[in-house]
């Protein structure tokens, strides 16, 4: 993995009562401006570390606020970063060139947050959304001891069939695409229609200037499709770490039933899935408001008590919901 980021000036910062958020740029092992941003719960202990994951196309500051407020609210710092090519930071467009190098990234900077409080230390979780849930399980699987747990929404273990290109066009994209990586060409259904539920959402994405809306680019399809499967094939057997799945019954961006699948094969003793009938993709912002704070109180309770001291803590092997 990359070496911790270094941080430029601090761009913004925001008191709103119960919370504060700070934005800032750090700059990567290859000399690009990254955005970060945190929200800070405010006159209270810390709980924990949460580290969010986004998912692909979208950013953290505005598409993900809700889950920094609400996390914030209940007493987490929560730290996020745009990926290269997407939100504020550095990059072409909606473009992916390397799983790998994105890996990176996040790793460096989540460390070096890490690494600034190693006189006071905490819990640390990483929370990853669709595309952003493969990211946290292959963070994980680069450093199998170094996080506390994950909540994984919606996580990317397998792209549905129904947001594919049809198998013959995939293998024509896989041919072409060291010629034109950059191209937008892959075929491929409206995302934004199918994740979130509410129209409200559907068209804040829309005019959001940092989320990427146009088809998506050769090498980020081949990218993604090639995280998807490696998390598929090899990383579901291999999660150690304790975690939350939270899915929605009726998703059709990521398959429910790989989440099935990785509560029911991974090693780890310590895995809670929550699948929700009738809830779309988008569950911690794209959902019916009541949906929403259905979610996010699962969040919640799940980190609070793998966040309490060791001694208040029930045995979590017991308490944990298997799927069925």
Request: hydrophobic residues 40%; positive net charge.
């Amino acid at each position: 993995m990359a070496k911790p980021s270094s941080s430029s000036k601090v761009d913004d910062g925001i008191d709103v009562g119960d919370y504060e958020y700070e934005e800032k740029f750090v700059k990567n092992a290859r000399g690009m401006k990254l955005f970060t941003c945190r929200w800070l719960p405010k006159a209270r202990p810390i709980k924990a570390l949460v580290f969010i994951c986004h998912g692909y196309a979208v950013e953290c500051s505005v598409t993900m606020r809700g889950t920094g407020v609400r996390l914030a609210q209940a007493g987490y710092a929560v730290h996020g970063m745009d990926y290269e090519g997407h939100g504020k930071s550095d990059g072409l467009r909606g473009y992916v060139p390397s799983f790998d190098v994105l890996l990176g990234d996040c790793d460096a900077h989540f460390a070096s947050v890490v690494a600034a409080r190693e006189e006071q230390p905490l819990p640390r979780f990483l929370l990853g959304e669709s595309m952003g849930g493969a990211v946290a399980l292959l963070l994980h699987r680069a450093r199998p001891t170094y996080w506390t747990g994950a909540v994984l929404v919606a996580p990317m273990c397998k792209i549905t069939d129904e947001m594919k290109p049809p198998p013959a066009v995939i293998k024509i994209l896989e041919a072409i695409v060291r010629f034109i990586p950059t191209w937008k060409i892959v075929p491929t259904r409206n995302v934004i229609g199918a994740a979130y539920r509410t129209r409200a959402k559907r068209d804040e994405i829309r005019r959001n200037p940092y989320c990427y809306k146009s088809r998506p680019r050769l090498g980020t399809a081949h990218e993604l499709l090639r995280a998807s499967l490696r998390v598929e094939s090899e990383v579901l057997r291999q999660v150690t770490l304790p975690f939350l799945v939270v899915h929605g019954g009726a998703d059709r961006v990521t398959d429910p039933e790989v989440s099935r699948l990785l509560c029911r094969e991974a090693p780890s003793t310590d895995k809670t899935l929550k699948l929700y009938p009738g809830m779309w993709h988008a569950l911690t912002s794209g959902e019916l408001p009541e949906n929403i704070d259905l979610v996010f109180a699962d969040i919640i309770a799940w980190l609070d008590h793998r966040s309490a001291p060791s001694g208040e803590r029930d045995d979590l092997t017991t308490r944990s919901e298997q799927p069925s």
